[in-house]
């Protein structure tokens, strides 16, 4: 019997993002990326259902479904939104020549964490467009769940790739994963250990690099030796025969 996935399932994914028109504007295939000049790494997508890991509508179309390859096509509204006119602003060119920039049609800027690409310079205005490129068109899928994670180490890098943006030291023990990591990464740590537990069911604990914590006991170790140093000297003054 063919067991379908579902919520927390870990699978390795490749997908073709295309409009209508066929024309590809995202994938994770290195031979499609090449299409659209599109540089990307060769690692495998591993995504945890239900986990916000990827567009959300893919999210709930896969969960129920077996491995496989399906086309899914989704509305606006399922994918990157319908445009939104007040998301087009009109902004004054001073603010550009004051970073020495002229603005010109098409340009791409970030302003405040937002993209923006400006539609039309007009005397002294300039529109910028700040709705995701993608909003108001219909997208589609071609979708590929290979495989089925079953390594505990595959899913783990898969979540720290998620929720910490990078790998780390880790071991496991029993029923908990051990993370090796600085003192500042801690608290960052600490604040996706519900997640790890509801998804992996294991606990998650912490251990301090052991560089960082050899640093940390120098200054403990040095004030030591300088009590032990002074102690010493005062005992000889004490058993000294000499006077002043």
Known sequence: MIRMLQKNDFIELEYIGKVKDNSIFDTNIKEEAKKINLDIETRHLIICLGQNMILPAIDEFLIGKALGKYILELSPEKAFGL??????????VKIFLEKQIMPQ????FQFDNLLGKVTAVSGGRVIVD???????????????????IEQQDEKINALMLAFFGKKLDFKLEENKIIFRVEKNFKQLIEFFKEKFKEILNLDLETEQLAEESEKSEEPAEKTEKAKEKSSLLEEKQESSPEKA
Request: zero cysteines.
């Open 130 to 148: 700040f709705n995701n490129p993608l909003a108001g068109k219909i997208v589609i899928y071609d979708l590929n769940a290979k495989r089925k």
């Open 105 to 108: 049609q098409g340009m791409i």
């Open 83 to 92: 445009r939104n006119r007040e998301l087009l602003k009109v902004m004054p």
